[in-house]
């Protein structure tokens, strides 16, 4: 299996673990911190995506200068 494949799914595993153990620590609900855990990196992808359009339209005013 590729290194970067297995970075990823590490680094998945432990974002999911802080996303719900923080979540756990401001309800202390097990039921609301896996929904926070399981949803957040869903919006995160999203937000990502769209903070890299962005960027790039930003990249390509830059170098039409």
Known sequence: MPRKLI???TYSI???TVA???AYALTRDWH????VGI???MV???AY???EAIW???QDAEDKR
């Not at 609301?32 to 929904?35: D, E, N, Q, S």
């Open 20 to 22: 719900v153990a923080v």
């Open 44 to 46: 995160q992808t999203v």
């Open 49 to 51: 995506t769209i903070h």
């Open 56 to 58: 790039g339209k930003v």
């Open 7 to 9: 970075k990823t799914g």
């Open 32 to 35: 609301i911190a896996l929904g």
């Open 39 to 41: 949803i957040e990196p």
């Open 14 to 16: 432990m974002h999911l």
